[in-house]
């Protein structure tokens, strides 16, 4: 754990940098460090380094973590979303990265308006159509966006992808060009903004930031490798 501080300047630093090359301001990328598996005192060493948003991807998991650390933290829901888990994850989460459905949008905004919350989501896209991976398909998404945006109480930000398992980062930027280029249509065709595109994990977060991301999700290359994998991780 010693190398979480270190890490994180590495990461940020490369951040910087892939602004830099694709001449972005850095405060246009939202760094978030991926701390599912990992213990309060790895997202503590996190947070005196001056990291304060963190990613869990279990609603079990995280509940005792947000209890234990102070509120100055702020988090987002980055896993495969249950049905039967939403009601606890609105009030904790500041953004909920991966909804697949309309259906589980609707089911969202009926508890936001029960408990008086106005939660901002992102919409998962499945890129690439993987028949494992959860998200919308992307001609399915603009069959239903009209039917989301008339979703009372909810505030979408923007889409969210996990682009197929590839040899190297170059692999995944025609992904994240896909996604990018997704958003742009249903700007237009929906006369609506959608500026968060969360992409990137550890392996290619500087392809991601060069494609336009504004939310890179980073778990191992600040925390180091996990030991478990976990219930619907990268779903
Ligand atoms: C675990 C996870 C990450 C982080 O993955 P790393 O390769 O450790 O950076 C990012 N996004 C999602 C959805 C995840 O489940």
Known sequence: MAGVAANLLAVRERIHAACCRTGRTPDSVELIAVSKTFSVEAIREAFEAGQTLF????QQEAAPKIEALPG??????????????IRKLLP???????????????????LAAELGLFPQLLLQVNV?????????????????????????RLEILGLMTIPPAGPDAESARRWFVRLRGLRD????????SL???????SGDYEVAIEEGATHVRVGS???GERQSRVDGELG
Do not use: C
Request: zero cysteines; aromatic letters at 8%; hydrophobic letters at 50%.
């Open 72 to 85: 100055t933290l702020r988090w987002h829901f980055i896993g495969r979303v249950q049905r039967n888990k």
């Open 195 to 201: 500026p968060a595109l969360s992409m990137g994990m």
């Open 128 to 152: 690439a159509g993987e028949v494992s991976k959860g998200g919308f398909e992307p001609a399915l998404l603009r069959a239903e966006m009209a039917a989301l945006l008339r979703l009372e």
């Open 185 to 192: 249509a249903l700007e237009q065709e929906f006369e609506v």
């Open 221 to 223: 290359a600040i925390f």
């Open 92 to 110: 904790s989460f500041d953004v909920i990265h991966a909804i697949d459905s309309l259906r589980l949008a609707a089911y969202a905004a009926e």
């Open 55 to 58: 990613g869990e991807s279990r």
